[in-house]
């Protein structure tokens, strides 16, 4: 019998070694998390007390403490959840010549047991605290900034749950989405696939036919659009609100097929316009997102786009422009200007100057538009 119970207190001992490393994974977890989310530093979990010691005769003559498990619940840094600490009690045993010393040993090995399966229990407690950590920590597929946001921003009560994609149905872009429908596909955010990886887009089902992908989109200025080119790159914003893909899925996009470009265009009068380019393609990071190609202009807005073709991308942090200014800063925003503007559809919202959100074709240069959005679909799609 002292055998097993070498064995058993041998198991403790190694259950009690990989909670401390769970307890202290999760909390380099949890700090993470936090971190992410830009909220208050994390706060250390209290360090449970050290197990009471109890000493118990082995035989029922002896008036002690009965053998018992102590269990402590301490709430995690940010408050949603806990971690349960058990703590066992020590005992030193002492053998005696009473018959029923049995008995005692085992009710030790008893409460023991129970201790290793309660043990066992926080243990699975703990590993689904770290996974749900981690899952949270890395949510958002990298299009993110601050999250309830782009794929974004895939994070928090505010993020738009995508539109339910068909088991084994992987489409690559909205078009594919509205065919899968035969035609019938409502607005919204959906969970797209782009060499086997996914993203969220919004997908405007109803213009003109339906099945475009939307880049960008300004309605009330409650969104920051004088970001840096990291911001840029990765996209940020509410895909059913205000928002900018992000210039490494928009080059992935447009180098994937032959994609067509519609700006629809909106001023404080209500009165609505658009831009169509045949065709559209933006380079990679090397190239600095160069606006490549811009296909036969059509629609009634004028065209304001033409001016930019060939340019590089431009930030308030990446000057990649053809003026002695830094046209990313003097017009407050991000575009591929050249010297520097035609057009600043990233422009400061409600700013009747050049900061402004400018379509020059349409309503001048000092006029700023209420609505503008962009947006791309397969050329073949009729």
């Given at each position: 019998?002292?055998?097993?119970?070498?064995?058993?207190?041998?198991?403790?001992?190694?259950?009690?070694?990989?909670?401390?490393?769970?307890?202290?994974?999760?909390?380099?977890?949890?700090?993470?998390?936090?971190?992410?989310?830009?909220?208050?530093?994390?706060q250390e979990f209290p360090v449970p007390e050290d197990p009471i010691t109890v000493t118990r005769s082995l035989c029922?003559?002896?008036?002690?403490?009965?053998?018992?498990?102590?269990?402590?619940?301490?709430?995690?840094?940010?408050?949603?959840?806990?971690?349960?600490?058990?703590?066992?009690?020590?005992?030193?045993?002492?053998?005696?010549?009473?018959?029923?010393?049995?008995?005692?040993?085992?009710?030790?090995?008893?409460?023991?047991?129970?201790?290793?399966?309660?043990?066992?229990?926080?243990?699975?407690?703990?590993?689904?605290?770290?996974?749900?950590?981690?899952?949270?920590?890395?949510?958002?597929?990298?299009?993110?900034?601050?999250?309830?946001?782009?794929?974004?921003?895939?994070?928090?009560?505010?993020?738009?749950?995508?539109?339910?994609?068909?088991?084994?149905?992987?489409?690559?872009?909205?078009?594919?989405?509205?065919?899968?429908?035969?035609?019938?596909?409502?607005?919204?955010?959906?969970?797209?696939?782009?060499?086997?990886?996914?993203?969220?887009?919004?997908?405007?089902?109803?213009?003109?036919?339906?099945?475009?992908?939307?880049?960008?989109?300004?309605?009330?200025?409650?969104?920051?659009?004088?970001?840096?080119?990291?911001?840029?790159?990765?996209?940020?914003?509410?895909?059913?609100?205000?928002?900018?893909?992000?210039?490494?899925?928009?080059?992935?996009?447009?180098?994937?097929?032959?994609?067509?470009?519609?700006?629809?265009?909106?001023?404080?009068?209500?009165?609505?316009?658009?831009?169509?380019?045949?065709?559209?393609?933006?380079?990679?990071?090397?190239?600095?997102?160069?606006?490549?190609?811009?296909?036969?202009?059509?629609?009634?807005?004028?065209?304001?786009?033409?001016?930019?073709?060939?340019?590089?991308?431009?930030?308030?942090?990446?000057?990649?422009?053809?003026?002695?200014?830094?046209?990313?800063?003097?017009?407050?925003?991000?575009?591929?200007?050249?010297?520097?503007?035609?057009?600043?559809?990233?422009?400061?919202?409600?700013?009747?100057?050049?900061?402004?959100?400018?379509?020059?074709?349409?309503?001048?240069?000092?006029?700023?538009?209420?609505?503008?959005?962009?947006?791309?679909?397969?050329?073949?799609?009729?």
């Amino acid at each position: 019998m002292t055998g097993n119970m070498v064995k058993i207190r041998l198991r403790m001992d190694v259950f009690l070694a990989a909670l401390l490393l769970l307890q202290v994974e999760l909390t380099l977890t949890e700090h993470h998390r936090d971190t992410v989310r830009e909220t208050r530093a994390p706060q250390e979990f209290p360090v449970p007390e050290d197990p009471i010691t109890v000493t118990r005769s082995l035989c029922n003559n002896v008036d002690k403490p009965p053998l018992k498990n102590k269990t402590a619940v301490f709430e995690t840094s940010d408050g949603s959840g806990s971690v349960v600490f058990n703590h066992i009690y020590n005992f030193h045993a002492k053998p005696c010549d009473r018959e029923d010393s049995n008995a005692g040993v085992n009710d030790a090995l008893k409460s023991l047991l129970e201790s290793v399966s309660a043990m066992t229990k926080s243990t699975r407690s703990l590993r689904q605290d770290i996974r749900k950590a981690r899952k949270d920590s890395t949510c958002c597929g990298g299009l993110k900034d601050g999250p309830g946001e782009l794929g974004t921003d895939k994070c928090s009560a505010t993020t738009p749950e995508p539109s339910p994609t068909p088991e084994g149905f992987f489409p690559r872009d909205c078009a594919q989405v509205l065919r899968h429908g035969s035609g019938q596909a409502p607005s919204g955010v959906y969970t797209l696939y782009h060499s086997d990886k996914a993203f969220r887009a919004y997908c405007d089902m109803d213009t003109e036919g339906g099945g475009w992908i939307v880049l960008q989109r300004r309605t009330d200025g409650k969104q920051r659009f004088y970001r840096n080119w990291k911001a840029y790159k990765r996209g940020f914003g509410k895909l059913e609100k205000e928002f900018w893909l992000g210039n490494d899925i928009i080059y992935k996009l447009t180098n994937s097929q032959h994609n067509e470009l519609r700006i629809d265009l909106e001023d404080f009068e209500g009165e609505k316009t658009h831009a169509k380019y045949s065709k559209f393609r933006i380079g990679n990071i090397a190239d600095n997102f160069r606006l490549e190609e811009l296909g036969t202009y059509s629609g009634t807005a004028g065209d304001s786009l033409i001016y930019h073709k060939g340019m590089e991308w431009s930030t308030r942090d990446e000057d990649n422009d053809n003026s002695s200014e830094q046209c990313a800063v003097v017009n407050y925003g991000a575009w591929w200007y050249n010297r520097c503007r035609v057009s600043n559809l990233n422009g400061r919202y409600g700013d009747n100057t050049k900061d402004g959100i400018i379509w020059k074709t349409w309503k001048g240069d000092d006029y700023s538009l209420k609505a503008t959005e962009m947006k791309i679909r397969p050329f073949y799609f009729k």
